[in-house]
């Protein structure tokens, strides 16, 4: 389809041609990188990109990232088309990357920015869903949150255990790094002890063995 000189290019801010109910974005640089990609495949014409999250709940995102025929993409997978290119996302995947998008630069290659977090893990025992829980998940977002955005970095609240504990778990810059346990201990901690009187302390429930990009080296 031919344009005139009043219609905007698809690409003028820098995103690629997408369907209207688009779940990723992705620009063009990135779909670029993946044409070239795709192209060394012997049966290149029929592939899309699967994009799926890696990893379990409570864990910072991690991201599969492969080739697959899309016209064999499961009855349940989402798959749009952006620019030339079929993107499929698997059902368990879309809420948690609505709002994506898929980038790529010259130091980092492929990457995505992704405003959502990843789920709570469900620990047996602890509950998440009362009125407790309503207040200590609201100190988190009015107040812990933001002051831990600066490291680039947030908590998710997991539940309580009914004798004042809360347990979260840390993502984001603030996963894997080597303050973060200080981080939790005497800031979140003193936060909502504060905030909230029927908690008395907290723990942190994130394998930090897992952080692969921390703030603080």
């Given at each position: 389809?031919?344009q005139?000189?009043?219609m905007?290019?698809?690409?003028?801010?820098?995103?690629?041609?997408?369907t209207?109910?688009t779940?990723?974005?992705?620009?063009?640089?990135a779909?670029?990188?993946?044409?070239?990609?795709?192209s060394?495949?012997s049966?290149?014409?029929?592939l899309g990109?699967?994009l799926a999250?890696?990893?379990?709940?409570?864990?910072?995102?991690r991201?599969?990232l492969?080739?697959?025929?899309?016209l064999?993409a499961?009855?349940?997978?989402?798959v749009?088309?952006?620019g030339?290119?079929?993107?499929i996302?698997?059902?368990?995947?879309?809420?948690f990357?609505?709002?994506?998008?898929?980038?790529?630069?010259?130091?980092?290659?492929?990457?995505?920015?992704?405003?959502?977090?990843?789920?709570?893990?469900?620990?047996?025992g602890?509950?998440?869903?009362?009125?407790?829980?309503a207040?200590?998940?609201?100190v988190?977002a009015?107040?812990?949150?933001?002051?831990?955005a600066?490291?680039?970095?947030?908590?998710t609240?997991?539940g309580?255990?009914?004798?004042?504990?809360?347990?979260l778990?840390?993502?984001?810059g603030?996963?894997?790094c080597s303050?973060s346990?200080?981080?939790?201990?005497?800031?979140?901690?003193?936060?909502?002890v504060?905030?909230?009187?029927?908690?008395?302390g907290?723990r942190?429930l994130?394998?930090h063995s897992?952080?692969?990009?921390?703030?603080?080296?």
């Open positions: 389809m031919s005139n000189d009043d905007k290019s698809p690409f003028a801010d820098g995103a690629a041609a997408a209207d109910d779940i990723v974005e992705v620009t063009e640089s779909l670029e990188m993946i044409r070239d990609l795709r060394s495949e049966d290149a014409d029929t990109l699967r999250i890696a990893s379990a709940p409570g864990e910072d995102f991201y599969d492969s080739f697959e025929e899309f064999t499961a009855f349940t997978d989402e749009r088309t952006i030339d290119m079929k993107v996302i698997p059902a368990d995947s879309v809420e990357l609505k709002g994506a998008v898929l980038d790529h630069n010259e130091a980092q290659g492929l990457v995505i920015r992704n405003p959502n977090r990843p789920a709570a893990p469900m620990v047996d602890l509950t998440s869903d009362d009125e407790l829980s207040e200590v998940e609201a988190l009015s107040d812990v949150n933001p002051a831990l600066s490291h680039g970095g947030f908590v609240y997991v309580h255990d009914g004798e004042g504990m809360a347990y778990t840390m993502g984001g603030c996963h894997g303050m346990k200080a981080t939790m201990l005497d800031g979140v901690q003193t936060m909502l504060e905030a909230v009187p029927a908690i008395t907290v942190d994130t394998d897992t952080g692969s990009n921390p703030y603080y080296n």
